[in-house]
């Protein structure tokens, strides 16, 4: 499986857009002109990139607002099987992480996914992202550094609070760190939950730093 999808992730890129589906000029790569223009529209300006989580300990970074198509972009990894797609979102993290610049040596995982998700889907999109990202920045990936050990349902009707309360361990990490800095890669930040979850599961098996990446953030904070 994970062989097929980095087939999948690195394949030539198709003649179509993956935002309107027309047909791509040879100057164009998996997005017309137009299409990457709206995705542009949606870029966060630098200034208001970072959020801190956890007591401002866990700085994070997003590249697009999850509006237009970059939530189109998305939802298209998630829901339409658009693997490609990854690609495309994986660079945008890349660039994020370059304007970035955070010292050291770095080591990368992804959130993991729920596993009712990862039936339905067959991959977990956040390791989609942190493979493509990790393959354009020479960085090592460990995908498997947390598990999930409690399973939610959707975390959609709950209020930020809520959230917070329902993410408390529901992750595991699978080794202890030896001081490691960790990027931690996800899709879309929301409230920030899952992945000061995460954070702190990492922080507990002796993480050094921690770096969150995402493509997309929904709320203004
Ligand atoms: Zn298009």
């Not at 040879?26 to 542009?40: G, W």
């Not at 989580?53 to 697009?64: E, K, M, T």
């Not at 361990?169 to 930040?189: C, K, M, Y």
């Amino acid at each position: 499986m994970p062989l097929l999808l980095s087939d999948q992730l690195f394949a030539p890129q198709g003649t179509s857009c993956h935002g309107c589906e027309r047909l791509l000029l040879p100057s164009e790569s998996l997005l017309c002109h137009n299409c990457q223009t709206d995705l542009f529209r949606s870029r966060i300006p630098r200034p208001e990139r970072i959020v801190r989580l956890d007591d401002d300990r866990v700085p994070a970074f997003s590249a697009y607002w999850y509006e237009g198509m970059a939530r189109q972009m998305v939802l298209g990894l998630k829901y339409r099987h658009d693997v490609p797609a990854a690609a495309l979102l994986s660079g945008a993290i890349c660039t994020v992480f370059q304007e970035t610049r955070p010292e050291g040596r770095w080591l990368a995982t992804a959130v993991p996914a729920h596993p009712i998700r990862l039936l339905e889907r067959g991959y977990n999109q956040a390791q989609l992202l942190a493979m493509g990202f990790c393959r354009m920045m020479d960085i090592p990936l460990e995908a498997d550094l947390l598990r999930r050990i409690r399973f939610e349902d959707s975390q959609v009707h709950r209020d930020r609070k809520q959230r917070y309360r329902a993410m408390q361990g529901a992750f595991a990490s699978t080794r202890p760190l030896h001081g490691e800095n960790i990027l931690l890669i996800d899709d879309v930040l929301t409230t920030g939950a899952t992945v000061t979850a995460c954070a702190r599961e990492l922080r507990k098996s002796g993480a050094g730093e921690i770096l969150v990446l995402t493509v997309c953030r929904a709320e203004k904070w």
